[in-house]
């Protein structure tokens, strides 16, 4: 018998392992969940690891996936091993190159975490949506529904691949799969090596192009012949099921585990049968173990090859006893006889003669929806019903088309064996990664199973993570989260307050909470339904300053290790001592690279813990009268209160079909509603100290910091505590003015307090904004706020925009998000809302600003006391220019539109009206403001107008006040994905304004290279250092001669980055600002990061200049180079972040090489742009 | 002539010796350096919370932000071996060992026990001839009682010392209350040397963005005072070698220091300002000084006019504190207050 040779990882590595074994090249491109295969092909690529020929993959990310796509098909054609891994949107872009690869018989196979696609809003979550949009491309789909399964089906659809010729698309789930930790039994490279035919692979490399010996592929066909040739392939796809089942039959031989083209488990005799592909399996499985134990005659088939579809096999796979069958889908297809699996069985049933069998299909676990054996049980039940429901839905309750099934939540079957733990950790404070610790630690020391999944919140700043560890004497199966846990560990005190934490906790269990307060003193501390179920469920209740403990030994916010001790204390999994000598050894073997201090101070924590830990004597009695927080804030809108607020309160799952929005429309403004409180402390303003330089509220970002002048008597009735002072600018003699905090949805990033230029004279760590603890200023400054709220807002006339301290007293429309502490994109979108927000469309390119602008439940984009604001969508990652073209486009159609028909009523709507309105230039907020008052004119006639065109006037007329189009997205999608699309927009001479957010790297899928990735800085695809220069961009729209182009740095120079904004938008044509953001991917200390931007603009790394055609008609130079001459070198810069600082620990020649280019880099740029800006200019006229 | 002298109980050329400065971060520099007459190298420093910070601040950048957010759960890739500064600090040992035949002392400044001391072992291994442990803090706790903080010390060298084979010398401040008292514990420790005195890098304050920043000051030759007085009160009453740090810039500079007992006189600000070469020219002046004053030897000359041998040993003590004062004359008018401080003459 082979020995086992056990090992817990999640599904992403168990694949990547086995395909960068099986490949020479590897093309890929980041998308959530699939990336972390591409990045581990990276790393172990950069580290040198040879695949099974001894030779390190070429690992290359392309600039989409239809890049990587049509760069596998090159591969292949050269005839090289190749894969990618990818999902979604991604694959979509793939499909092309997919029929392509298919048509030509080329062996490869793509590895996909199969992910729900956007449609009415975008998940990144799992389902089957994207692998059955490919069902029709020729590839085969081998599906996989365990991270056993993933690892194993990796090597067979290699295998299969290359023996049938037939290209496969393994997928498996994406995070129920891709991000799940379990233990599984490694391959060895003896098994890979046993599978794996090298006469094959000669054969694949055979076929390949070569001038050796030339052919032709890839030609034109005719009508005369297309269809037959089409029709060549048939035997290679009938020979496919039988390969693949002896390929997993050989795979048995040598590993012991046996798979089956279709796989039937439960009772022999059973007469209800679920048919499924994907993890639900697993959960399928037990449930029917579980169910045939009650008596019950049931089973589960689980689909494994899905294309090309074995009928024959299929129907041969079903007990000969089975009466009813009910196919489950993980997608959705609008408007068909049924979901495509369904389909397929019925097909199958009925060619095989078995059309007499019961079938229903059903949906089930969209986006990675729960789907649970309460669900399962229902289905079958349903099947046991005299007439089943036809295309229902399972795990959902839809009361619109009466198509869910009822089932029962209590239902569990989780066997006595199997420990369960739920964590509540904060984000980034270490949960999760001690929880993935302790899954290797039991998984890889003890006999036991164990499993890891992971919730994360969509907030990137102070979100929730909630992770499930399961741990038993058996290989566990169980693919839902635990509802009946017997441990609970709360990490973060403030998360009992907002849910109901203790709802999965089982009677008898185990509560640890992480808590500033003793075993004494806690009990009357804890809201009233904690307590009732401390009581109630009888729970052992232990208590930790882990946060102390964590501070004492160093390890900041990092809870960590000290709350990874008290589990194996408490918990009893394994015996304390052994625990805590496997968390050490642990320590020693994770931090050691890392430095003495890293492990001394890990160490120090698990010392410290088990005396901080305490057990509580629970009272008899409830003490405490406070029950859970709101998640909104009363008073909210109902629609916000009801659906939004069950989201935030995690109990969105709850929600009705009808209770959503039909067509993915949501109101903006939402996240003033959801009061997070998340800072420790906030900005307190000194009135006294303050200049009124507004720079503030200018780099807040998550606009918390407001600024508003007004007059005397608007102050009656002001709070005690409310600040006023005497407005300096000398426009606004007489006037008040006050700088006030937002005190709960302040995120305490600090960064405020670092841009503050003004000291106390007397004490000069004082400044006009200073940082101090919030819960006891949070009543106060909550009355503040509420007050400041009602204040007036200055009319937009009176604000001098092109001075930072005047502007800044423009309401943001885009306040509270849930970027990053910190974050530096957001500035610049506030402030786009604040000069433009109340009449622009906005297009936004998926990624960071995507997910914190529209993410639900709520977002920051907002409206105004007129209620205008910012309208948004979102259309995909690498076609937002194209996108953001067409709202153009149709804007200016429906304004040459209006114009005619104002024309054709100017006599009746009156010639001086109609002429005023066209003739408006409409370029600042006082001719806004006219114009608008114009149009209010226009409607009042129209309305009352009997003309039959007055009707399509009427609904045109706000076109007539001007209109901007903001185009915005980060460098992704700008230098990479969306580049060929930018260029064409740009180049199309239309009034569009494009904001590109660089922040170097893809950051929202966690800081992979992008094109504007700097030379030296080490990201994700470039673990070795990116050796290319920074794509110039702004060069290359300059080159155009017609687009506006700026390059700014709000923490550089604050006023050159509001002078950008101001004439971006004033141009009438196309408009590029790329603005320097600094991003938690940069490795930084994000409270002074407007001090990284100031170096890199002092060093020349990040020029400053303004590219205006319009200078041109006065015979100017159009480029106006804002930087002055680099002053510090630009290493001195690099060593201010660990991106660049990085690749001096991992690769130090490299990195000193890296940086001499890039100093070379920043002389020539400088020397081109000094010589661009200071070239004579003929005066054209 | 002979001008070699010992230190470390090694045999130097000259008692011409660079002290730990930026020069010394490149291998051609101290190439230069020893082809310029050095006796011997000391190392660039290796600062105690560079060691600690750049392992927290590493930690902190790979951790920040990770598992908080699913598209998002890392932010870098992590290599799976790290050259921090203190490999590269070992590295660089290695190098310069294998570039020059004199001997090569790598340099930490710290002031606690802590586990950094175990890298005086890894610095061992690299090839240096010694160590010089730099003892340097700035003790802003009111509450912290003296005899503390020379515990401290005292426990950090003992751990060093106990360590390493190779001889360890003790780079000191001058600020203790009983500088031959703190010399003498640190002398039955047997530590090998003392390197009297460390220069602090003094905070400067700008009046206009009102921010204190570092201020590095080159000394001067009369910066010698100091070390002089205390190798001379020193000299002779210790195990271990004296060497003598800060103000040495001229032959003269080095001959006071021998006189007084210095085993070697160390340079760092002199070849920042003037150069590497500036080692041949105080050569030359030290042999021709030498030969006008018809010395044989740097060893003849060491400590002849230490405190031991000095015509009046009271010379060193207060009262010439006394002598000073009342022999003072007042500068020319060129130094003169008025003009100084930018007043109408």
Redesign the interface.
């Known amino acids: 018998m082979r020995e086992a040779n056990f090992l817990t990882l999640d599904g992403n590595e168990a694949v990547a392992r086995v395909a960068f074994k099986l490949n020479e090249v590897i093309a890929i491109y980041p998308i959530?969940?699939s990336?972390?295969m591409g990045?581990w092909a990276?790393?172990w690529a950069?580290?040198g690891q040879p695949n099974l020929w001894n030779t390190v993959p070429t690992v290359i990310e392309m600039q989409s996936e239809a890049g990587a796509a049509g760069a596998i098909h090159g591969a292949l054609q050269a005839g090289s091993l190749t894969t990618t891994f990818t999902a979604s949107q991604g694959l979509l872009l793939m499909i092309p190159n997919m029929y392509k690869i298919a048509g030509e018989l080329t062996s490869t196979v793509f590895h996909v975490a199969a992910r729900s696609l956007a449609a009415q809003g975008l998940s990144?979550y799992g389902d089957h949506s994207d692998v059955m949009a490919t069902r029709t491309t020729g590839f085969a789909l081998l599906s996989s529904g365990s991270v056993q399964e993933a690892h194993d089906f990796a090597l067979i659809a290699q295998a299969a691949a290359l023996e049938t010729r037939v290209p496969f698309l393994h997928f498996f789930d994406g995070?129920r799969t891709s991000?799940e930790i379990n233990k599984i039994d490694l391959l060895t490279e003896g098994d890979l090596r046993a599978m794996i035919d090298d006469t094959l692979v000669l054969q694949h490399r055979a076929r390949a192009l070569s001038p050796d010996r030339p052919v032709l592929r890839g030609t034109a066909q005719n009508p005369d012949v297309y269809f037959q040739a089409r029709e060549t392939v048939n035997p290679y796809y009938a020979a496919c099921p039988d390969i693949v089942q002896e390929q997993m039959d050989r795979f048995a031989a040598l590993t012991g585990r046996e798979y089956k083209l279709f796989e039937y488990h439960g009772a022999p005799d059973a007469t209800r049968v679920i048919v499924l592909m994907g993890s639900g399996d697993e959960a399928a499985h037990e449930t029917v173990d579980y169910l045939m134990a009650q008596g019950e005659k049931v089973g589960v088939l689980k689909v494994r090859l899905y294309r090309p579809f074995d009928v024959e096999r299929f129907a041969a796979a079903l007990p000969a006893s089975v009466e009813s069958l009910a196919v489950l889908d993980r997608t959705k297809e609008p408007g068909s006889a049924g979901e495509p699996l369904y389909v397929d069985v019925v097909t199958a049933l009925y060619e095989t003669g078995h059309s007499n069998l019961t079938v229903v299909g059903g949906r089930y676990g969209l986006s990675s929806k729960e789907f649970t054996p309460a669900m399962i049980k229902a289905v079958f039940d349903n099947l046991a019903q005299s007439k089943p429901k036809r295309h229902f839905t399972i795990g959902i309750n839809d009361d619109v088309s009466e198509s869910s099934l009822t089932y029962d939540p209590s239902f569990s079957i989780e066997s006595e064996s199997v420990t369960r733990a739920v964590f509540y950790g904060l984000?980034?404070d270490?949960?999760?990664?001690a929880n993935?610790n302790t899954i290797k630690i039991i998984g890889e020391s003890t006999d036991n199973y164990a499993q890891g999944y992971?919730f994360?919140?969509?907030?990137?700043s102070g979100?929730i993570?909630i992770s499930y560890l399961r741990f038993g004497p058996n290989p566990i199966r169980s693919t839902y989260q635990i509802t009946q846990a017997n441990f609970i560990a709360c990490h973060h005190v403030s998360f009992l307050e907002r849910y109901d934490v203790l709802a999965d906790a089982v009677s008898g269990g185990v509560f640890l909470l992480n808590a500033p307060y003793g075993p004494e003193a806690i009990w009357d501390r804890l809201p009233q339904p904690v307590q009732e179920a401390i009581i109630a469920k009888h729970l052992k209740f232990f208590v930790i300053n882990g946060s102390k403990v964590a501070r004492e030994s160093?390890m900041?916010q990092?809870i960590n290790t000290v709350m990874q001790v008290c589990f194996f204390a408490i918990s009893g999994v394994l015996p304390k001592d052994e625990a805590i000598d496997a968390i050490k050894h642990s320590i020693e073997k994770t931090?050691r690279?890392?430095?003495?201090?890293?492990v001394?101070m890990n160490l120090a924590a698990v010392d410290r813990t088990l005396e901080n830990l305490f057990e509580v004597s629970i009272p008899d009695h409830v003490t405490s009268q406070r029950g859970l927080t709101p998640p909104v804030v009363a008073g909210a809108p109902i629609f916000v209160q009801d659906v939004l607020g069950a989201m935030i309160a995690r109990r969105g799952d709850s929600l009705a079909v009808s209770q959503l929005p039909v067509d993915g429309t949501y109101p903006t403004g939402t996240s003033q509603y959801e009061k997070r409180n998340l800072a420790e402390e906030i900005p307190v303003w000194e009135s006294d100290i303050c200049i009124q330089c507004g720079k503030c509220a200018m780099v807040c970002p998550h606009a918390v910091i407001r600024i508003k002048t007004y007059e005397e008597p608007a102050l009656a009735g002001a709070p005690e505590t409310f600040k006023a002072t005497a407005a300096r600018d000398t426009e606004w003699k007489g006037f008040q003015y006050t700088i006030q905090v937002a005190p709960e949805d302040c995120t305490g990033c600090g960064i405020c307090v670092d841009i503050c230029p003004v000291?106390s004279k007397s004490a000069?760590n004082v400044k006009a904004i200073n940082m101090r603890p919030q819960p006891p200023l949070r009543e106060q400054e909550r009355a503040n706020w509420e007050f400041f709220t009602t204040l007036p807002e200055l009319d937009r006339r009176l604000i001098k925009t092109t001075s930072i301290r005047q502007q800044q007293v423009q309401q943001p429309l885009f306040e509270f998000s849930g970027a990053?502490l910190g974050c530096g994109e957001t500035p610049y979108l506030k402030l786009l809302s604040q000069l433009f927000g109340d009449r622009s469309l906005i297009a936004n390119a998926t990624g960071c600003s995507s997910?914190y602008g529209g993410n639900l439940p709520t977002t920051p984009w907002a409206k105004n006391t007129e209620g205008r604001g910012p309208a948004w969508s979102n259309s995909l990652f690498e076609d937002n220019a194209e996108f953001g073209l067409g709202m153009r486009v149709a804007l200016d159609k429906q304004t040459e539109y209006a114009t005619e028909l104002l024309k054709r009523m100017s006599s009746e709507l009156g010639d001086d009206l109609v002429t005023a309105l066209l003739t408006s230039e409409q370029k600042d907020e006082a001719d806004i403001y006219d114009q608008r008052e114009r149009v209010a004119l226009l409607k009042d006639k129209l309305a009352t107008s009997q003309n039959p065109e007055a009707r399509l006037l009427l609904a045109l007329a706000d076109v007539l006040v001007k209109k901007d189009v903001w185009i915005v997205g980060g460098d992704g999608w700008a230098y990479d994905i969306g580049f060929g699309g930018l260029d064409h927009v740009l180049a199309s001479g239309r009034n569009v304004n494009v904001l590109v957010m660089d922040t170097e790297v893809y950051?929202?899928?966690?800081?992979q290279m992008s094109k504007s990735t700097p030379r030296g800085a080490?990201?994700?695809f470039a673990?070795g250092g990116k050796t290319a220069p920074k794509k110039d961009l702004g060069l290359i729209a300059m080159s155009y001669g017609s687009i506006y182009v700026a390059r700014v740095a709000m923490g550089a120079k604050d006023e050159q980055t509001l002078r950008a904004f101001i004439e971006a938008e004033a141009f009438n044509g196309p408009s590029l600002i790329i603005a320097y953001s600094h991003c938690?991917?940069h490795?930084?200390n994000m409270t002074t990061a407007m001090k990284n931007q100031k170096a890199a603009v002092d060093s020349g790394q990040w020029l400053l200049y303004r590219y205006n055609p319009d200078r041109v008609e006065t015979g100017e130079n159009p480029l106006i180079l804002d930087s002055k001459a680099p002053k510090i070198p630009v290493k001195e810069y690099m060593e201010m972040e660990?991106?660049f600082?990085?690749l001096?620990?991992?690769?130090?020649t490299v990195a000193k090489e890296l940086a001499t280019l890039a100093q070379q880099d920043v002389d020539q740029r400088w020397a081109m742009y000094e010589y661009l800006a200071n070239r004579e200019w003929q005066n054209r006229k | 002539m002979d001008i070699s002298t010992t230190y470390l109980h090694k045999t130097l050329r000259s008692p011409l010796v660079v002290s730990a400065n930026p020069l010394t971060e490149h291998i051609d520099n101290i190439k230069r350096m020893e082809d310029a007459g050095a006796g011997a190298v000391v190392l660039y420093s290796l600062f105690e919370e560079q060691?600690?910070q750049?392992?927290?601040?590493?930690?902190?950048?790979?951790?920040?932000?990770?598992?908080?957010?699913?598209?998002?759960?890392?932010?870098?890739?992590?290599?799976?071996?790290?050259?921090?500064t203190s490999d590269?600090y070992l590295e660089h040992i290695h190098k310069a060992k294998e570039a020059v035949s004199i001997p090569i002392i790598a340099s930490l400044n710290g002031s606690t026990a802590?586990?950094?001391t175990?890298f005086a072992q890894n610095i061992e291994q690299a090839g240096a001839d010694g160590l010089e442990l730099n003892l340097y803090s700035v003790p802003t706790d009111p509450s912290l009682r003296p005899e503390e903080i020379e515990g401290g010390y005292l426990v950090t060298a003992r751990i060093v010392k106990d360590a390493v084979k190779i001889p360890v010398a003790i780079k000191l401040s001058p600020f203790f209350t009983n500088v031959g008292y703190f010399a003498h514990q640190l002398d039955q420790l047997n530590v090998d040397a003392l390197v009297l005195f460390n220069r602090f890098y003094q905070p400067d304050i700008d009046i206009e963005t009102?921010?204190v920043y570092p201020n590095l000051i080159l000394s001067t030759s009369h910066d010698l005072r100091l070390p002089l007085r205390w190798i001379a009160i020193l000299h002779g009453r210790l195990k271990g070698d004296l060497a003598a740090t800060s103000g040495i810039h001229t032959a003269e500079d080095v001959v006071k220091m021998i006189m007084v007992g210095a085993n070697v006189t160390m340079m760092a600000s002199a070849l920042l300002r003037h150069g590497i070469d500036h080692l041949q020219l105080v050569e030359k002046n030290l042999r021709q000084w030498m030969e006008e004053h018809e010395y044989e030897s740097v060893s003849q000359m060491r400590g002849s006019l230490s405190q031991q041998h000095s015509e009046d040993p009271s010379s060193f003590e207060r009262a010439q504190y006394m002598r000073a004062l009342t022999t003072f004359k007042m500068p020319t008018q060129s130094y003169s207050g008025e003009a100084f401080w930018g007043l109408p003459e």
């Open positions: 959530t969940p990336s972390a990045e990276d790393e950069a580290n990144i995070f991000h984000g980034s270490g949960t999760v990664g993935k992971f994360y919140d969509s907030k990137k979100s993570t160093g900041g990092h931090y690279k890392k430095g003495e201090e890293i001394a000291k000069a990053c997910i950051s929202n899928t966690g800081g080490v990201a994700k673990s938690i991917a490795g930084i660990n991106r600082k990085m001096s620990f991992s690769k130090p | 060691l600690r750049e392992q927290y601040n590493l930690h902190y950048h790979l951790t920040h932000g990770t598992e908080s957010y699913a598209e998002a759960l890392t932010y870098f890739p992590e290599p799976i071996h790290y050259h921090t590269a802590g586990g950094w175990k009102r921010d």
